[in-house]
């Protein structure tokens, strides 16, 4: 029955997706619907994933399709925690469509009825702080194409009901990159205990994380060493985004 959950739960995202849009052209009462349609999806995604844990044995999203479901609910939860501030709320037109695709594509494979299988404690917690860290990846990656749509439209001094100054979503997008490395080096470090306790090596799996790794520190050092702001830091951001797209089949569903 816990899959029943799955229904609200897209549908919900689905009014948010289709009222922002209504937003982004008209701004009113539809912004406040739109957050409002994220609240009650991510409510009901967050229930099925209690049903879920609690009426497994292990680690209840170990397959790719419950990594989906899983993930879907973070980058949700993610954008909740910039969206419900009005000023950030557009950014949903970048998040929404895509949860709701891969909550869609969790269901399909059968993640909304997800069991579990017997995986250790460590693996569990590397699986879901990676999941988490891209996660944050991926809304720092709709921060970075709001800052450069948003500088487009200035420039054009076109209408715009994106509010924030580029310089907040230039920061605000860095400081997501910097807690989401963050989380993504503790996910490593779980990782790295699990293949000792375990027993494993190293694979491909982990060859591309560390890339990912790689790719996001360098963008922060380039940060710290005020050499990467504004319409670059934005466009690497992005390109940065496109390794952890290619990473995370490789981590989770290979």
């Known amino acids: 029955m816990a899959e029943l ?5 897209l549908l919900a995202y689905g009014e948010a997706a289709v009222a922002l849009g209504a937003e982004a052209r008209r701004p009113g009462v539809a912004g406040r619907l739109a957050i409002w349609g994220v609240r009650v999806g991510w409510l009901a995604q967050t ?3 209690i049903a879920q844990a609690a009426r497994s044995d292990g680690f209840p999203w170990s397959s790719w399709a419950g990594a989906l479901n899983l993930f879907s609910w973070l980058v ?24 709701a695709a891969l909550l869609v594509a969790a269901y399909a494979g059968g993640g909304a009825d997800e069991r579990g299988d017997g995986t250790s404690w460590l693996l569990a917690t590397h699986v879901a702080l990676m999941l988490a ?3 944050g990846f991926t809304v720092a990656a709709g921060l970075s194409g ?3 749509w948003h500088e487009r439209r200035l420039k054009r001094r076109e209408a715009t009901v994106l509010r924030p100054p580029l310089e907040a979503l ?5 400081r997501t990159i910097a807690v989401s490395l963050g989380v993504l080096t ?11 306790v375990d027993g494993g090596g190293f694979d491909t799996a982990m060859a591309a994380t560390l890339a990912a790794w790689a790719v996001y520190a360098g963008f922060l050092l380039l940060r710290r060493l005020q050499a990467l ?10 390109l940065a985004f496109l390794v952890v797209v290619a990473v995370f089949p490789v981590v989770h569903f290979a």
């Open 133 to 135: 860290a891209f996660a």
């Open 146 to 148: 709001f800052y450069l």
């Open 186 to 196: 503790l996910g490593i470090a779980f990782g790295l205990a699990s293949l000792a």
């Open 170 to 174: 230039d920061s605000l997008a860095a």
């Open 76 to 99: 949700v939860g993610a954008y909740l925690f910039y969206g419900s501030r009005p000023r950030f709320r557009l950014l949903g037109l970048a998040v929404m469509p895509v949860a």
């Open 5 to 9: 959950l799955f229904w609200p739960a």
């Open 47 to 49: 229930a099925l994933l």
């Open 229 to 238: 702001h504004g319409r670059l830091a934005a466009r690497l951001s992005l």
